[in-house]
Protein backbone atom coordinates (compact mmCIF):
# COMPACT_ATOMS: atom_id res chain seq x y z
CA UNK A 1 0.00 0.00 0.00
CA UNK A 2 0.98 3.59 -0.79
CA UNK A 3 -0.21 6.73 0.79
CA UNK A 4 -0.10 10.17 -1.33
CA UNK A 5 -1.00 13.59 0.29
CA UNK A 6 -1.07 16.21 -2.06
CA UNK A 7 -0.70 19.94 -0.71
CA UNK A 8 0.81 23.34 -2.46
CA UNK A 9 -2.83 24.61 -4.09
CA UNK A 10 -3.70 27.76 -4.07
CA UNK A 11 -5.59 30.79 -5.94
CA UNK A 12 -3.59 33.00 -8.03
CA UNK A 13 -3.58 35.47 -10.83
CA UNK A 14 -2.96 34.76 -14.19
CA UNK A 15 0.53 34.62 -14.60
CA UNK A 16 1.92 33.24 -11.56
CA UNK A 17 3.23 30.08 -10.54
CA UNK A 18 2.44 27.43 -7.77
CA UNK A 19 4.68 24.33 -6.91
CA UNK A 20 3.07 21.36 -5.59
CA UNK A 21 3.94 19.06 -3.84
CA UNK A 22 3.12 14.88 -2.78
CA UNK A 23 4.13 13.19 -0.06
CA UNK A 24 4.47 9.97 -0.38
CA UNK A 25 4.31 7.31 2.59
CA UNK A 26 4.26 3.02 2.53
CA UNK A 27 5.69 0.71 -0.02
CA UNK A 28 7.20 3.58 -1.81
CA UNK A 29 10.06 1.32 -3.33
CA UNK A 30 7.53 -0.52 -5.38
CA UNK A 31 6.32 2.52 -7.87
CA UNK A 32 7.18 2.31 -11.04
CA UNK A 33 6.27 5.46 -11.89
CA UNK A 34 4.12 8.87 -10.63
CA UNK A 35 2.17 11.78 -12.02
CA UNK A 36 0.03 14.04 -11.68
CA UNK A 37 -3.53 14.58 -12.67
CA UNK A 38 -6.20 17.29 -12.88
CA UNK A 39 -9.96 18.02 -12.66
CA UNK A 40 -11.59 20.70 -13.88
CA UNK A 41 -15.14 21.64 -12.96
CA UNK A 42 -18.06 19.75 -15.02
CA UNK A 43 -15.02 17.71 -16.91
CA UNK A 44 -13.16 14.63 -16.45
CA UNK A 45 -9.73 13.70 -15.26
CA UNK A 46 -6.56 14.96 -17.24
CA UNK A 47 -3.18 13.23 -17.30
CA UNK A 48 -0.60 15.96 -16.50
CA UNK A 49 2.89 14.77 -16.14
CA UNK A 50 4.44 12.08 -15.60
CA UNK A 51 7.87 10.75 -14.36
CA UNK A 52 9.31 7.04 -14.42
CA UNK A 53 11.42 5.18 -12.31
CA UNK A 54 14.65 6.36 -14.45
CA UNK A 55 13.64 10.05 -14.82
CA UNK A 56 12.17 9.86 -17.87
CA UNK A 57 9.06 12.73 -18.05
CA UNK A 58 6.36 13.67 -20.03
CA UNK A 59 3.24 15.88 -20.16
CA UNK A 60 0.17 16.58 -22.35
CA UNK A 61 0.68 19.03 -24.55
CA UNK A 62 -0.89 22.21 -22.99
CA UNK A 63 1.48 21.97 -20.11
CA UNK A 64 4.70 21.49 -22.47
CA UNK A 65 7.57 24.38 -21.48
CA UNK A 66 5.46 25.93 -18.61
CA UNK A 67 5.22 22.74 -16.13
CA UNK A 68 7.91 20.50 -14.96
CA UNK A 69 7.61 17.37 -12.77
CA UNK A 70 9.86 16.22 -10.47
CA UNK A 71 10.81 13.99 -7.21
CA UNK A 72 13.25 14.16 -4.47
CA UNK A 73 13.90 9.96 -3.64
CA UNK A 74 15.75 10.90 -0.75
CA UNK A 75 12.11 12.81 0.89
CA UNK A 76 10.10 10.51 -1.17
CA UNK A 77 7.84 13.68 -2.37
CA UNK A 78 6.80 14.35 -6.24
CA UNK A 79 6.60 18.02 -7.18
CA UNK A 80 4.70 19.79 -9.80
CA UNK A 81 6.20 23.18 -10.71
CA UNK A 82 3.82 25.32 -12.57
CA UNK A 83 4.52 28.46 -14.08
CA UNK A 84 2.61 31.18 -16.33
CA UNK A 85 -1.05 29.70 -15.26
CA UNK A 86 -4.12 30.33 -17.01
CA UNK A 87 -7.42 29.85 -16.24
CA UNK A 88 -7.50 26.45 -17.47
CA UNK A 89 -5.17 25.66 -14.91
CA UNK A 90 -8.12 25.64 -12.54
CA UNK A 91 -8.46 22.17 -11.21
CA UNK A 92 -8.43 20.29 -8.27
CA UNK A 93 -4.90 18.12 -8.92
CA UNK A 94 -4.34 14.52 -7.51
CA UNK A 95 -0.98 12.45 -7.46
CA UNK A 96 -0.90 9.44 -8.40
CA UNK A 97 1.20 6.69 -8.35
CA UNK A 98 1.99 2.50 -10.10
CA UNK A 99 3.57 -0.05 -9.55
CA UNK A 100 2.73 -1.27 -13.32
CA UNK A 101 5.57 -0.75 -15.96
CA UNK A 102 3.36 -1.26 -18.44
CA UNK A 103 1.14 1.72 -16.96
CA UNK A 104 3.93 3.85 -17.07
CA UNK A 105 3.52 4.86 -20.74
CA UNK A 106 2.27 8.03 -21.40
CA UNK A 107 -1.15 6.59 -23.50
CA UNK A 108 -1.65 3.95 -20.82
CA UNK A 109 -0.88 6.47 -18.08
CA UNK A 110 -3.94 8.63 -19.40
CA UNK A 111 -6.14 5.95 -19.26
CA UNK A 112 -5.88 3.54 -16.93
CA UNK A 113 -4.29 5.52 -13.80
CA UNK A 114 -6.85 7.79 -12.93
CA UNK A 115 -8.98 5.12 -11.60
CA UNK A 116 -6.70 2.11 -11.14
CA UNK A 117 -3.45 3.66 -9.58
CA UNK A 118 -3.07 4.58 -6.37
CA UNK A 119 -4.54 8.20 -6.05
CA UNK A 120 -4.14 10.94 -3.32
CA UNK A 121 -7.04 13.49 -2.06
CA UNK A 122 -6.08 16.55 -4.12
CA UNK A 123 -4.97 19.87 -3.97
CA UNK A 124 -7.41 22.64 -5.44
CA UNK A 125 -5.53 25.49 -8.04
CA UNK A 126 -7.49 28.17 -8.59
CA UNK A 127 -6.61 30.79 -11.44
CA UNK A 128 -8.05 33.82 -11.72
CA UNK A 129 -7.66 35.77 -14.81
Known amino acids: QVQLVESGGASVQAGGSLRLSCAAS????????MGWFRQAPGKELEGVAL???????SYTDSVKGVFTISQDNAKNTLYLDMNSLQSEDTGMYYC???????????????????????RGQGTQVTVSS
Open 51 to 57: IVRDGST
Open 96 to 118: AAAQQSWACIWTKWTAWAPYYAY
Open 26 to 33: GYTSSMYC
